[in-house]
């Protein structure tokens, strides 16, 4: 069975704060990925990264940054110096090959709330 | 870029009505997948398709059905409308049918159940 656990399900920080979203997945397979969506108060899903499970290498790209540890089936999000924009509900998910292994399985969200 | 387009974007319906909604893909994306999203909660799948077939299928109610074209585009039967039906339907397409593909989400049907 698959499974995706976003602990904090709201948080709330002011402008330039940096603000860490964490995810934690159980999965039996070995091959996998892991994405993280955006889901702004318009309410469409925006894909911000997908990563392999072969592949530690933590990324940055501009405000954004991703920590992938296997030890610890985590993969935590990011934001830097976060502006009202950044506003929005964030989902973790999961793809593997065992069960159904085209559906994406979902984190229940953490909505972010940055003040100005 | 192309994205994903779904219509309709908002659609009332009384309850035991019908309603189809439609997803087009992005071009060269032979995948669509089906999640429903209730209010404050994650998307869960419903069902998907790959080169016309279904590939998966997930907690779709048996009041649903949904199929692809040829042109790839794909239809979300919902019959016997219900209450709880009320909720954010999305469309996503992916290349192939890896099933470790990145998924692109439209931007939703907002359905409501009167």
């Known amino acids: 069975a698959q499974k995706v656990t976003q602990a904090q399900t709201e948080i709330s920080v002011v402008e330039k704060e940096d603000v860490t979203l964490d995810c934690v997945y159980e999965?039996?397979?070995?091959?996998?990925?892991l994405f993280w969506y955006k889901q702004p108060p318009s309410g469409e899903l925006v894909f911000l990264i997908r990563?392999?499970?072969?592949?530690?290498q933590n990324e940055i790209s501009g405000r954004y940054s991703w920590n992938f540890q296997k030890s610890t089936s985590s993969f935590n999000f990011t934001i830097t110096a976060s502006q009202v924009v950044d506003s929005a509900v964030y989902f973790c998910a999961l793809s593997a090959p065992s069960g159904s292994a085209r559906q994406l399985t979902f984190g229940s969200g953490t909505q972010l709330t940055v003040l100005p | 870029a192309a994205g994903v387009i779904q219509s309709p974007r908002h659609l009332i319906k009384e309850k035991r009505e019908t309603a189809t909604l439609k997803c087009y893909p992005i071009?060269?994306?032979?995948?669509v997948y089906w999640y429903q999203q209730g209010p404050g909660q994650d998307p869960q799948f419903l069902i998907s398709f790959y080169e016309k077939m279904q590939s998966d299928k997930g907690s779709i109610p048996d009041r649903f059905s949904a199929q692809q074209f040829s042109d790839y585009h794909s239809e979300l039967n919902m019959s016997s409308l219900e209450l709880g039906d009320s909720a954010l339907y999305f469309c996503a397409s992916s290349p192939g049918l890896a099933g470790l593909e990145t998924q692109y989400f439209g931007p939703g049907t907002r359905l409501l159940v009167l």
């Open positions: 990563r392999n499970s072969f592949d530690e």
């Open positions: 999965t039996r397979d070995t091959t996998y990925y």
């Open positions: 071009p060269r994306h032979d995948t």
